[in-house]
């Protein structure tokens, strides 16, 4: 996984960049933001980072990132300054700015495998939304959707196709900015979601890391933290009260045991997206080998064999990393700045040096975990 953690570091490095200039140029709310971005960024790099040394170096930066939020909340309390005009228009900004409104073109078909998901997502939405009036009293739609398992399976393009089948509008939420602690405003955020999604019905509000809002709640929580949790219960206990009313909440997690129980009941659908079977990793390399010229001894059914306990996530890695293989050839022959140079087409060994490379990302261990809580609590 060199590749993955190489991007999580750019990332990493990008939003505490991004933080640090707001932070310098007096923008303490967007400067959270970022600092929460960076934050939930090296958790992931301290979980994957083998190295003792470079953990500690991230562990550093979060305990800096997270005393410097701590500063700017204190800084913020004691100015209360949030009623002026201008600060709300500031404040809008940014809020807009962590919502991605946008209409997707995924297609079923874009997502190997996962039929029994999609069967699922079929009934529990498209249908509903496309037939509203067959979906009442008893038969009234389900207004929270849980889709939950390792990451890098498809959970995001699962709800992307969703919205696309019923010509949704798909509101994409950061769950960073929800939970940025703003003395109050993150409850105005949440309510400002939920009237977003009315006004642009039929809609889906996607929660990726929904374990993030949805955790389980404890005594010691942040009260404002605690108030959010009790806003999106209540926003979604709400859903639906007008026949009329087109809205589903689709929220995605990697640990659903961190589900509080009062939000498990509201995702009323929980649909287990688990690793590709063998079909499905298959149809992976044919997705992301569109458009790549191959040898003739790429052998798809051996790498689908060789990519057991991988996700499709891992698999588009291993793509990525093999077809670099050839241009790699040509940049130390310098050839590659002259434009009728040709790489070769992708060979079966440069699938196997990638898979030398790029390892699984998840443990047996961990795929015991998520098929022990479907059992318990998958509706599918």
């Known amino acids: 996984m060199e590749y993955d953690l190489e991007l999580l570091r750019e990332v990493a490095a990008s939003y505490a960049k991004k933080a640090i200039e707001a932070d310098e140029k007096g923008n303490p709310r967007l400067a959270i933001i970022y600092y929460y971005k960076a934050i939930t960024t090296l958790k992931k790099l301290v979980k ?143 309510k400002s979601i939920f009237n977003l999604a009315r006004k642009n019905q039929p809609a889906i509000i996607f929660i990726d890391e929904v374990d993030a809002i949805a955790s389980v709640r404890k005594s010691d929580d942040n009260d404002a933290i605690h108030r959010v949790k009790t806003i999106f219960l209540t926003e979604m206990d709400g859903l639906l009260s007008s026949p009329d009313e087109r809205i589903v909440v689709i929220g995605a997690t990697n640990v659903p045991e961190a589900i509080d129980p009062a939000f498990r009941r509201r995702f009323e659908k929980r649909i287990y997206v688990p690793l590709p079977d063998f079909g499905a990793r298959k149809e992976i390399f044919r997705i992301h080998l569109k458009g790549v010229e191959i040898a003739g001894d790429v052998d798809l059914d051996k790498l689908a064999e060789l990519t057991e306990g991988y996700t499709g996530h891992d698999i588009a890695l291993v793509v990525r990393e093999a077809i670099m293989y050839p241009i790699r050839e040509l940049a130390e022959k310098g050839l590659l700045s002259k434009k009728d140079a040709k790489p070769r087409p992708v060979n079966m060994e440069d699938f196997l040096r990638a898979l030398r490379k790029v390892r699984s990302s998840i443990t047996k261990e961990e795929i015991r975990k998520y098929v022990e809580w479907a059992r318990k609590y998958a509706s599918e």
Not at 161 to 173: G, I, K, P, R, Y
Request: with cysteine.
């Open 48 to 190: 994957l980072e083998s190295r003792e040394r470079i953990k500690k170096i991230y562990e550093k930066r979060l305990r800096q990132y997270s005393a410097r939020i701590q500063k700017l909340l204190g800084e913020a309390k004691s100015k209360r300054s949030y009623s002026s005009g201008k600060e709300e228009s500031e404040f809008e900004k940014v809020a807009r700015e962590a919502v991605i409104i946008e209409k997707p073109k995924v297609r079923w078909e874009d997502i190997a495998d996962l039929e029994n998901a999609k069967r699922a997502l079929m009934e529990a939405i498209v249908w509903p939304l496309q037939r509203p009036d067959l979906f009442r009293g008893s038969r009234r739609p389900w207004k929270g959707i849980l889709l939950f398992g390792p990451p890098g399976c498809g959970k995001t393009l699962l709800a992307k196709a969703v919205a696309s089948n019923v010509d949704a509008t798909f509101l994409n939420v950061d769950a960073a900015l929800i939970l940025s602690k703003w003395l109050g405003e993150s409850e105005k955020i949440v």
